[in-house]
Structures are given as structure tokens and as C-alpha cells.
Nanobody
Framework: QVQLVESGGGLVQAGGSLRLSCTASGRIRTTLAMGWFRQAPGKEREFVATINWSADTTRYADSVKGRFTISRDKAKNAVYLQMNSLKPEDTAVYYC?????????????????WGQGTQVTVAS
């Protein structure tokens, strides 16, 4: 089992930045891929970004390309999401997820482990 804990959410003005962090613990495979999803009120959870186990390849949703950056620190078993130029439509609960089978998947079903989520609110 892998446990994921997110942090770094909060309230920010439109155009501002936030950095989310997620730390993994437990039985962590070296090939673990990690990603971020988000769920806005009344909407389904959607893919945001993912990074492969070797941290040399990333994938983003079109809605965040050029504004968000995913990175990871394998030594710390951590993944980060730097969010710049935030918009009110980025408001959501952001979830960290881990996948120990596939790499760079952009759908929920691929991920085996999930964090509890952290709220991001962007005020206009």
C-alpha cells in the first residue's frame, strides 16, 4: 500500500501562484508514476498532469499547459505542482495520485492510490 498526503492549497487571487506538494509513503516501487487530478463543485474529477517514474517525461491537460508544471523529487518520494497564472476556473479540490503499473496515464482508473485532496480557491 502507498499513502499520499497533499499540502499547499489555499486561497489566491486570479493571476497568482500556488505550489502543491504530495508526499508518498509505504511500499513504494521505483517505477511509481504520479499525477494530479482536480474536482470542481458539481463536476467530475479531471486529469491535470502526470510525471513518469524517471521524472523525464510529463503530460498535461490542455487547460493547464503553459501555466502548471509538475515535478518530482524521487529521493523524497514527493511530487509537486507549480501553478502560475491561476484563473477562477482552476478552483477545485486537487488530488495527488500514484500508479505503479502504467506511466503517464491521463484517466482516473489507471491510478491505484489517492490522497485526501487539498482545496485551491482562485478569487476573481
Amino acid at each position: 500500500q502507498v499513502q499520499l498526503v497533499e499540502s499547499g492549497g489555499g486561497l489566491v487571487q486570479a493571476g497568482g501562484s500556488l505550489r502543491l506538494s504530495c508526499t508518498a509513503s509505504g511500499r513504494i516501487r521505483t517505477t511509481l508514476a504520479m499525477g494530479w487530478f482536480r474536482q470542481a463543485p458539481g463536476k467530475e474529477r479531471e486529469f491535470v498532469a502526470t510525471i513518469n517514474w524517471s521524472a523525464d517525461t510529463t503530460r498535461y491537460a490542455d487547460s493547464v499547459k503553459g501555466r502548471f508544471t509538475i515535478s518530482r523529487d524521487k529521493a523524497k518520494n514527493a511530487v509537486y505542482l507549480q501553478m502560475n497564472s491561476l484563473k477562477p476556473e482552476d478552483t477545485a479540490v486537487y488530488y495527488c495520485a500514484a500508479d505503479d503499473v502504467r506511466q503517464l496515464a491521463n484517466y482516473q482508473g489507471a491510478y491505484d492510490y489517492w490522497g485526501q485532496g487539498t482545496q485551491v480557491t482562485v478569487a476573481s
